[in-house]
């Protein structure tokens, strides 16, 4: 027996037994181990198999990236991809953590009561140069839509801090990187789906139900608050949504392939 043929019966077997992941979770630690990880690997890992919970922070840490500087863009990650580097950086973004929000609590735009997402909302809004005259304005489309993500991300990382960077870069990457690719997302969700199953499709338009679609909850905020985070974390099932992710993700690399990592 091959060791590729030994890898994947050992895969079946323990799926089979209840032990999920257990190869691939070694298979990150090999990754985790280099001193200087590996982006682009940690990247195919990441979109290929679950993340374990305990290497889900740093994971995100090193792949999620932020603008620093204003144009020309500069990104980098919240951590860099040499382990030396690791705790100095950490200690930095802990420092920046905190200085703005004591900001914060000195022009009393937050107290204890303020929830922890919004505290989040406010400290980005701060350095985004887009903090209000008033915590008492009107939310915007893409404050909901951070609120949203931070309530996800709140109940995948526990560390505050940790929380607020990951939610922070993720939105920002979202926003720079893909903005211009959202909105052709519902007419590739129609080109798809008539692919995998064009009577669904033919149905929904049938009855007018396209348009209905709740395209802004599942795409602007990457289903946050339409599936639950511990399927969008892809861990632990929840009635058919984690078979719903599974399939979704199976599809995009059918018609998408993997996408290469890059800032």
């Not at 001193?35 to 990247?43: A, Q």
């Not at 922070?57 to 991809?81: S, T």
Request: aromatic residues 12%; hydrophobic residues 35%; contains cysteine.
């Amino acid at each position: 027996m091959t060791e590729d043929s030994q890898r994947n019966f050992r895969s079946v077997y323990y799926e089979k037994v209840g032990f999920r992941g257990v190869e691939e979770k070694k298979s990150l630690e090999i990754l985790l181990k280099d001193d200087r990880l590996d982006v682009e690997k940690l990247c195919t890992f990441s979109q290929r198999f679950p993340l374990p919970s305990m290497y889900r922070a740093l994971v995100w840490k090193v792949l999620l990236v932020f603008c620093p500087f204003p144009p020309p863009w500069v990104f980098v990650g919240i951590l860099p991809p040499h382990h030396e580097s690791h705790a100095q950086v950490m200690t930095y973004r802990k420092e920046q953590y905190s200085d703005v929000l004591h900001a914060l609590e000195v022009i009393r735009f937050i107290s204890d009561a303020t929830p922890q997402v919004e505290v989040y909302l406010h400290m980005h809004r701060l350095e985004s140069g887009k903090l209000p005259r008033s915590p008492s304005f009107p939310l915007e489309p893409e404050d909901e839509v951070f609120l949203a993500i931070a309530k996800a991300m709140e109940e995948m990382v526990e560390d505050s801090v940790d929380c607020y960077w990951v939610t922070r870069c993720f939105v920002n990457q979202l926003n720079n990187k893909y903005r211009d690719s959202l909105p052709q997302l519902p007419k590739a969700f129609e080109q798809y789906l008539n692919l995998e199953d064009s009577r669904l499709l033919s149905h929904l338009k049938t009855c007018s139900a396209v348009s209905r679609l709740p395209y802004d909850l599942w795409f602007k905020r990457c289903f946050a608050g339409c599936l639950p985070e511990s399927s969008l974390q892809r861990q632990i099932p929840q009635d058919s949504s984690d078979a719903i992710v599974s399939k979704a993700i199976d599809l995009w690399h059918k018609h998408c392939g993997t996408p290469v990592h890059s800032a």
